[in-house]
Structures are given as C-alpha cells and as structure tokens.
C-alpha cells in the first residue's frame, strides 16, 4: 500500500515542487559536514570513511532492501540477547545451588541462602527498575500489543528501558524456581525496543525515508521475540498474528519469517558453539517412542485433557483478576506497591522460597530443580507410575529423583504440586519487577499434564488384564498436550500449539496436541472472559480496543461522532495572510483542512502546515494581498469518515489505509478530524470510563 | 467488525421498524408452509419431526455458534472427500499394474497398455469436464484467491463444478506419474464449493442471518483443502494467510485452525480405520536419525540447495509462462484446446506415458513408481552412492530397486528424471483437465535435493580421509527441503517448508527446510516476476489485483476516479414520487445516494431501495404529495472516498469495512459509488489492458 500523501503529492505539481525543494535543501543539509564545518579534525580521513561507507550502503542495497538487512540484524541480535541472558542465569543459579549444597548438614544455614538469596535478588531487581525505568517491570506484552494496534507509546520503546529490563530480567530469573516466572513476554518486549532502534538507523541510512517502517518493525520483532527465545521460528510467526488487533498485513508475513528463522537459527547455532549441543536441534529435546507414538483412542483422553486444561484457566484466569483488583483496593498494597517496591518484592519472594524450602514443603513438589528441570522431567516419556511392567528402562532413574525423593507416590507430589503453584503463581504476578508469565503456565500445564497421563497408566496398570496393550502409554505426551492447552487458553492464542511441538521437536503429537489446544482455548474463551493479558490491559487502562472490548462489547461499536474531539481549526478557500496566520498559530496539526466558506463548511480539501508557512512568507514580500486558493495547493482529502462511522471502525480504516489524519464529515461538512494522537486520546479515555 | 447497515439501521427508527417488519413476514414465513397448505400429506409428522429439528437446534445453538458446527462439517466432509478419492485412486493404479504385470513378456502389449490407460483416463476426463462443467479444469487456486479477494464468482463454486472436479480429478490423478499431476489445488478448490454450500446451510439454519459467512467460510476452505489433502492443519492454516489478497483477518484464525485440526484428525482416523497406518501419524514419515539429524556445518549446503532450488524455479517459471503464451498464440494449439480438448489431452498423454515406458527411457527414471512412492523413495534416509560404507543397513534394498534397475548410476539416473520431468512438466500444465501443479514440483525439488544430497555423499566418500565423521549424512534431509524450497519458491509462498515438516514428521530439519525455503523464495521473487499462480490469473485475465500488480507494477496505484464507471442515479432530498419511481426503474443498487439537490449534488446519505418501494406505495394511497425526506429516512453514509484514492486502497477498504457500497465525492459532492460487482468490472478491465 503506498502512502496517500505520497501519492497524492506526487500527483498534483504544487505537492513535487515542494517535495522536491525539501529533497534539494535535504541534499544539502547531507553534505554540508564535511564541506562548510571547517574547525571538523580530520577532514581527509574522514571523507574517505564516508566515501567507503557510502560505496558499502551501494553493494548492500543492491542486493536487497536496506530493511531486510535490519530484519537479519534484529533476529541475530536478540538471539545474541537471548543466549546471554541463559548464560547469566545459568551461571547464577549454579552459583545458588553451589552454595546451598556446601551448606549440606546445617538446616538453617540453608535456609537462609535458600530464601534470602531469590528475596535480595527480587528486592535488588524491583528497587532497580522502579528507580531507572518504572516502564520496564512486568511482560510487556500488554504495551507491544498497544503499540502494534498503531498507538505510540515512545516511552515503552528507550534504550534506558532495554538496559533495565534486561538486567532486571536476569536477576528475576536467577530466582529460580521458587519465583517461578519465566521470559517469553520481556523478550518480546525487548525485541520491540530493539527493532524499534534498528528501524530507526535503517530509515536514517536508507535514501528514501518511509515512516511506516517502524511498524512493519514491531510485527517482525514479535515474531522475533518468541523466536529467539526458544529457537521455535514458526510460532513466533503465528504468536505475531495472533498479536494483531485486527488483521495482518500480508506484506509482514515474509519479514517476520525471515527474522524469526535468523534469529532461531542463530540462537541454535550459539548453543551449538558454546558445546551445549552437538547440533542444531530441539530446546528441549525428548525422545517419544516413534513407531506408535499414542493408541488412537487416546485422542479422547487429550481432548478431556483439552477440556480440564480450559477449566483450570479459566479457575487460574479469575484469581489473576481478582488480585489486580485487590492490589488496586486494598490499601496496604497500594502503598506498598507504590513506595516501597523493593521490600514488597523481598516480602513475596521469602514467603514463597520460605514455601518450597527443599527441607520443608519443597520436598512434596520438586523444588530443587530449575524451571527447565522441571520441564524436562515433566516431559520424560517413561511412566512413573507403574514400574513393574517396565523395569528395563528403569536403568537411569534420575529424572525420577526429585519427584520421589519425599517417598509419597509420584501422583500425590504432582497434584501437591499442582495445588501450591497455583497461589505461588497468582502471587507471583503481583511483583513489580521484569518477568514473563508464559513459561510458568506452560509448566503448569505440563505437570496438569502428566498427572493425567499418570493416572491413566495407574488405572491401566491396576487392572492389567483388560490393559495389557496399554502399556506403553506415554505419560510424556500428556505433559506436552497440557502445556500447550493451558497456556494456549490462559493467553487465549493457538501458537503455544505449536510452540510445545517446536521446543521438544516431537511432531508426531501434532494433532492431539492442537486438539486439546483448540478445546481449552474454546471453553476459556466462552463467556467472554477477558485473557491473562487483556486483564493486563484493562487494570493498566492501556488504550487497546479488543482487550478494552471483553470488558465493555458494546465500547467498540461507540460512534466516532460521540467521542471526537474539539472541532479542529480551519481555513476558508479566501482565508487571507491573518486568518493563515491565527490558525498556525492556533493548531498543531501538520494538515489543516480548508472548507469551501466559514458558512457552507463545505470540505474541499487540506493544506499542509509547510505550505502556510511558505504563504505567510510570500504574503511578507509582496504588496498586493493574494487568497490562500490562489498561492497554495489544496490536496484533495483521501478517506472520509462519517460521524456514525464507530470506533472500531475508524482505527481499522486507520490501520489499512496508513493515512496520517482522517477527516470526518457529514453531509459534505466537516466536523472533525481523527489522527492516531487523537485516537490514542479517545481510547485512553474510552478505557478510563470502564 | 459490525456490519454496518446493521449498525445504522438499527439506530435510526425508521430502519428498525422495518427490520421488525421484516422479521416478522419472515417468521410468517417459516411457521406458513406447516399451516397453510393443507394439501401436504402427513401434517402430524411433519410438525413432529419439525419440532424435534426446531430443539435440536437449539441444543446445538446453546453449545456454540452454529458456524462452528459447520466448520467441523466442512472439515469432516473433506477429509472424506480425500479419503475417498485416494481410495480410489489406488484401485485404479493397482488395476493398471496388475494388468502392466500380467502381460509380462510381450513388450508391444506392455506398451499399449501403459501408454494407453492413461491417455484414455486424460482424454475422458478432459471431455467429461469440458461437457458438465467447463470451470472445473486446472487447479483451482487462481480462482480461490480471486474469490478469497472479494469478488464473487458462483459458476466457480456450483455443486456441478464439485461433481464434475471431483470425478476428474481421480481420473487424472490415476493416470499415474506418468502425467505426473497432483491433487493440492483441486482439493482446496473443492473445499471451496463445499465450504461455500455449507455456509449456505448454516445461514439457512440459523436465526440471524449474516451475509458475510460465506466470505469467512471461504477463508477456512482454503485451509481446510491442505490440511484435509495431507493431514498437516497448521500448514493449511498458513497457507490460507498467505493466500489472502492483502490482510488476513485475526477473526479468521480460530476458525481456520478448528476446521483444519477437525479435517486433519478426521483424514488420519481414516487411514487408520482402513486399516493403512496403526495410528495417526504423518503420511510420508520417515526414519531420519534423531541423535544427530545434521552436522552444523551442513546449513551451508542447506543455504545452498536453496539458492539453487531458486534457480531452477526461476527457469520452470519462466518455461511454464512461454508455454501460457504459446498456447495462447499457437493456431494449432488453439483449434486443438478449443475444440478438440480429448483429443489434445488424449495425445498430450500418450507422449508422455510414451516417453516413460519402462521398457525404453523410463528404466532411467524410475517410472514405474508412483508419486507417492516416489516421494518415499526420495526421502529415504540411507545413502545409495556410498554403499561400501553402511553396508549393514543395506539388509532392506527395496527403495533403491527402481533408481538403480538399469545399472546406471543413481547421480545418472536422477539428473536423468531431473532434465526429462522439466519439459514434461511444463507440457502436462497445458492439458485441460482437473489437476494440482504442486505436489510434482515438491517431488521435483525431492529430486533435485535427493541428487545434492547423493553427490555430497559420493565426494565425501571418495575422499574419506578427510571426510570419515561425514559419513553420517543423511541425503533423505536434502531431499525434503529441496522439495519444500522449490515448491515454496515456484508458488512464492512459505507454507511448503511447513508442509514438508508435517508431511514426513521430521521437526529436526525444521531449520535448515526453512532457511533453504527462505533463499529459494527470495531469488525466486526477486525481479518481481510473476509467480506460479500469477501467471495463470494473469494468462486467465482474472480480476485478481495481486496478480495484476505483478504484470504491472503501477495498476494499483490508479486512482479510482480514472476506473468509475458511469455517474450513478441519484435522487435529491425533496424528490417526489415521479423521481424516486424513475430512478427505482432505472436504477440495480440497493442504496440509492440522496444529494441535497441536483445543483449542488452535496452528498445527504442513502436510502435502501425497499423504503423507496415503500414511499411509491405510500403515495399512491395517500393525497397529498409528499417529499422523500418526509416519508423516508435518509441513513448516514459510512466511509467515503475520494477520486484520488488509488484503486488498491478502495479494495482494502471494502475488504476491511465490509461495506457493500462505498460513495465516491469529491469536496461533498457525489461523483460515483463503488461496489463489489462495480470493482469486478474495473479489475477486469484493468487485466484487459494487460
């Protein structure tokens, strides 16, 4: 789609003679350094630097699009991110674990570097971010929603916000397991930031400067975000479509899968370096038996695990409302969460290490293992529960450790387990520090999981005779279809589908995996129940319509005309030198329309800020006054709204159709103009009102 | 998104009254034929039977939307479709071969009995198809893309065009690899139509009845037609994204997905209720090692592969466009395909299945497999060059047996296959009859990649000093992502790479298939050439923009005012009953635009042509003469244009708003309007041009 503006300047003579004294004075100004600053050091060498860089910009833009260098750049970079980050956290955790266990023999000691080392880490990360960049605690993904509806949020997009969060991440990760929050959301995030600034040096290398980059930008870097944080580069691409507000431009699809696969690709190839892996593969890698990888019947047991995934999200769903509206009521939190951010941090992040201290609660649920432990155990394709029928493969039992370890029986430990996450987990949401949301479900999901898949195999295992075929049900597969359900019906999405498939590499649990997907997203979404991050939206009051829709459905049929602004400034076709000059004095916007008379308000078209200014200059240097129809060029508007045009209506046209300012008329009158500030405005306010 | 004359209609009185007005005839409607015809026979059962179906829907209404059920229908229906067809296709190849077998020995019957079974299936279904339904030859997808775009076209979408398609194309399709013709295409064209008759139902059943059904059923039908055609439904669901004109609707998701995992269940569940497969599992899979699926560095020859894939479909694309032109231009070619098309598909056949007898060029190119033992043997996983080394796995020859029977070697004889099927190819597009183009170029790629793969393993063999740890590679990987990259860069999508991983099972290589897909698709859309399916809507003059584009990169950015057809009938607001009875006779729109007068010609609004009726039937019972803008209400316009608005911005905008008539005014005044039959004919001219 190209830029009306651009077309329509182009179209009419007035527009390119300016266009192009704007080209000509920008040439200039380009090569004006090295030519008229004369006390610059070094002029010779650094003419010879430009002259390479610019031959440099010539060979890499013959070859293609200066952007698709910045899409290669942004899913390399953030892989880079990414990797680092897992090596941070890793060495942190080792460094936590290292202690505890030279600590072996005195129960308090080890208490107190159980607990207070996640409590100082929270506490340190919390007062950090409040104090550098409060933007940068929590997913983020709410915000990368908003923006990618078109909203501006420049704040949410500073490189002091990058820093920040990832730091912070860091330290909300090295808390390990008994914080339990994962990373997926502040990637994402980070990735918006990134791309944001890489689109930025991209429009300031290129020649032809388009502004719609930035948002072609933060598509890629969605898609990028989830890519690059598991190596999974096809359900970055559907995790970016389902992120859309309303519809995905086509033209966004090859970016994105471009990015994503260069960013997995890198991610692989940077644990490949680090002698993580032999080879390019899985995340984390299982090894499902593959000539029968489930019976046929048991799609019917995924789909009642589908159906089970959908109701826990649903019970898990309400309790995140209600403490996002406990912690906005209750005056305690409030203050606590408003000054004293570090110590509510600490307080929440002792109570739940306090929890699953390994000698207290924590041997019931596994707590010594980290988040990826934990994952990976869950996926294990042995069955756990009924050891007699296949003691052969019992020959390496350690990923049994940790759930036995207490001596209860493997299904108690995991519903135990099941039972504390839930409060730790809502709880946990509440810190006001940078952390994502996804991976925590996602585990739940698999522990959800492989309790049935446990149960299932106990059953059959009970009563063997009618069972003999079953025994080799994997209980793993279970895990995995609860993974992807649950957190695919807490976010309300379908790409957790296909991230579960992507990060273990098993494709043959494809359609039992998507099946129990859809059938928990359908009973989540039933009700009209807002999603973890709408709920986000709604208590951050972020102005995004289809998250401001599931609390009001009536909000986005509301029509443009009840909620439009002041009516803007405007200028007859006679305006003369001071009616020109009151307006561009008066209004900010950089197209004023011009209406037939002051009396018909008849609209004929706009007029750019630029050239009223060029008008006042002229009307300066000559006597004879001169109209404004008769020095400048009136652009014919493009798209017309109508005052019963609603609210959803007005930000799609906006979206599609990229113009700068629509105009609203009725009858051929104007009554007022939308841009994305004024939309921004009107949603801002729309959501205040709920 | 609200339909919009709902929207209005329902604030305004006047339109309500009438809304009400209508329901109620309607509800007339459905209890009259029950009541009021006394001479239907069994009154009593009927209305027993009527009740049942009245509560039944209800049940169902309670559980979800009707819609929904539809949807799985649809899937469920095609996957049926497939099944059946693939059913019958095999007995039709297995009878073929059995006869081929029996006349072992006599080389002159052999011959005629392999060249002449499927030049007699060509030459009957390309009469049959030509006699019943003219539509129903080709693939299908140009169509469905034009469809997809917003223009209605039903002769593609009749229930003789499914009958007529569906026979055809198992008659095609038992022609053999001889012809060497898919069935991708076809199934998502008949999706289609099934889709389409399905939506009908639907709104038939339900209460409130949408028009816009049918647009979105569309959408899941294209889905749907890959996903039910290999089982694979997130590949089907990406291709229906990429196969959208320029924005893919986030509402469309859900449905996508839920018809596509209902279809790919459903196609796998009869596989295994047939008693082929033990349980669900993918339709070519393989046996790739898991441990080490590739070594690092092979992303090379991956990047590799692709950049050559690229090449080849650039030469395939642009053999396959001379071709287009030629028959367009030929006398011969035309006389033939006009008039004589049997006796052209006929010919066309025999040539083929002439040049591939086994006995004479067709022991090179292994032709006695079919394509789906074809792809299976391309995707094997052993070495066939490098026998001296993993002589043990040489315990199970079988797939190697066709490639090698001549004696020649298997480079030979693949290079062979290579320079015979591209030729061979490009002749079997021209035959008119009902057929997929995809799946021999995926084969085709599945070679090309399979003889890189073969020639790797032979220089590394060779030089086995320096290669000893490489003889681990596995050719079987080459082969399936030079499929997925040739078929993704012939059709310039990205879906194949997906395809591919879902087709074999094989996630491992999701990487290194989707890079190579990435490079092949960048070469081959680079020059902004036109890709597979461009060319047969542009050859078909189809009123598809996107295609259009290609041929004439400038098409879309003509403004709308240049494109309008005549000015349209208007009515002014104080227009008496003369007036309005004129423009009703006049007039075909359903919206007549009210100006304010015939002077000034500023814009009021619409009124619906059944209030005009209304106000004729006023008039003539009433005395007094009345105004239109007395009796009737004048409803606010939605968005308007402007003549400078370029044509592609006026279809993304009535893709978007869902309007069916978009005003054109100029400074308020109408100028013409646009609506969908309106766009069809400006895009029909725009291809005439061409």
Redesign the interface.
């Known amino acids: ?2 830029n ?1 503006h651009e ?2 300047g182009s ?1 009419t003579d007035g527009g390119s003679n300016n266009q192009e004294r704007e080209n000509q004075s920008e040439a200039s100004h380009n090569k004006s350094p090295l030519l008229s600053d004369p006390w610059k050091p070094c002029r010779q060498p650094r003419a010879i630097v430009k002259e390479c860089l610019l031959q440099l910009r010539c060979c890499l833009g013959a070859v ?1 699009g200066m952007e698709w260098y910045g899409y290669a750049a942004l899913g390399i970079l953030m892989a880079f991110l990414s990797f680092l980050m897992d090596l941070g956290v890793t060495k942190l955790l080792t460094a936590h674990q290292w202690l505890y266990t030279k600590l072996e023999g005195n129960s308090l000691l080890q208490f107190f570097c159980w607990t207070l080392y996640p409590s100082c880490l929270c506490a340190v990360t919390s007062s950090f971010s409040h104090n550098i960049c409060p933007f940068s605690t929590g997913s983020g993904i709410p915000e990368v929603r908003t923006m990618l509806a078109g909203i501006e949020m420049p704040h949410y997009l500073s490189l002091t916000n990058l820093f920040t969060k990832f730091l912070g991440l860091i330290c909300t990760l090295a808390a390990g397991s008994t914080v339990f929050l994962g990373k997926v959301g502040p990637l994402v995030h980070l990735s918006s930031m990134v791309g944001d600034y890489l689109s930025k040096l991209c429009s300031l290398i290129r020649d032809n400067k388009k502004d719609k980059a930035a948002g072609e930008m933060l598509v890629v870097a969605a898609a990028v975000g989830v890519a690059s944080c598991f ?1 999974a ?2 359900s970055g ?2 995790f970016s ?2 992120v ?8 966004h ?2 970016p994105c ?2 990015s994503a ?1 260069c960013g ?2 890198t991610f ?2 940077f644990s ?1 370096w680090s002698g993580d892996a ?5 995340l984390f890698k299982t ?1 499902f038996p ?1 000539s ?5 019947l048991e ?1 019917l047991l995924f789909a009642f695990l589908g159906l089970l995934c959908g109701a826990v999200s649903c019970c898990y769903l309400a309790c995140h409302r209600w403490i996002l509206q406990f912690t906005k009521t209750n005056p305690v939190f409030i203050k606590l969460l408003t000054s004293e951010k570090g110590l509510y941090s600490g307080m929440v992040a002792f109570l739940l290490a306090s929890v699953t201290f390994p000698h207290f609660a924590g041997q019931y649920m596994a707590s010594k293992y980290t988040t990826k432990q934990l994952l990976t155990s869950l996926l294990d394709s042995r069955q756990w529960s009924c050891q007699s029928h296949n003691a052969s493969v019992h020959s390496e039992p350690e990923p049994l450790l940790e759930w036995t370890s207490s001596g209860i029986p493997v299904h108690l430990s995991l519903a135990f387990f099941l039972l504390m996450k839930m409060w730790m987990l809502v709880l946990a949401c509440t810190l006001p520090v940078p952390a994502g949301y996804f991976m925590p479900v996602f585990v739940y999901g698999a522990a959800l999981g492989r309790l049935l898949g446990e149960v299932v195999v106990r059953v059959l295992c009970s009563g063997m005779t009618s069972g003999q075929q079953w025994v080799s049900i994997n209980p793993g597969g279970y895990a995995l279809a609860g993974a992807a359900a649950l957190s695919g019906a807490v976010t309300h999405t ?1 790409s957790p589908a ?1 991230l579960a ?2 990060l273990t ?4 649990h ?3 995996v ?2 129990a997907t ?1 059938l928990a ?2 009973l989540a979404r ?1 009700g009209h129940r807002p999603s973890f991050y709408d709920a986000l939206s709604i208590s951050k009051r972020l102005p995004h319509l289809p998250s401001l829709k599931k609390a009001c459905p009536w909000l986005p ?1 509301t029509p443009v005309g009840q909620v439009l602004g002041a009516k803007p400034e405007q200028l007859q076709k006679a305006a003369g030198p001071e009616e020109v000059q009151h307006v561009v004095n008066t209004s900010s916007e950089t197209q004023i329309p011009v209406v ?1 008379s002051h009396e018909t308000q ?4 706009f007029v750019r800020r630029s050239e009223l200014l060029m008008f006042l200059r002229h009307s300066q240097t000559e006597t004879l006054e001169k109209h404004l129809d008769e020095v400048c060029c009136i652009h ?11 609210v ?2 007005a930000l ?2 906006l979206i ?2 990229g113009a700068q300012t629509l105009f609203v ?5 104007l009554v007022g103009l939308i841009t994305w500030p004024e939309m921004k405005n009107i949603l801002e306010d729309l959501a205040a009102e709920i």
């Open positions: 789609m190209t009306l077309v329509s179209e293609c190596g580069p096809v691409v559907l479509v389902e859309m507000s309303s519809h995905f431009a086509r033209r699809y090859l899968f471009f696969t997995a690709l692989r190839l490949v032999e080879t390019l593969q899985a090894d593959t029968l990888p489930f019976y046929p799609i379908l296909l498939i992507e590499g098993q494709f043959s494809a359609v039992p998507l099946l859809l997203n359908a039933s049929s037939d008849i609209l004929l078209g014919p508007t493009s798209v017309l709204l109508s005052p019963h045009n609603t959803q209506e799609n046209i599609v159709v008329t009725e009858r051929g009158r």
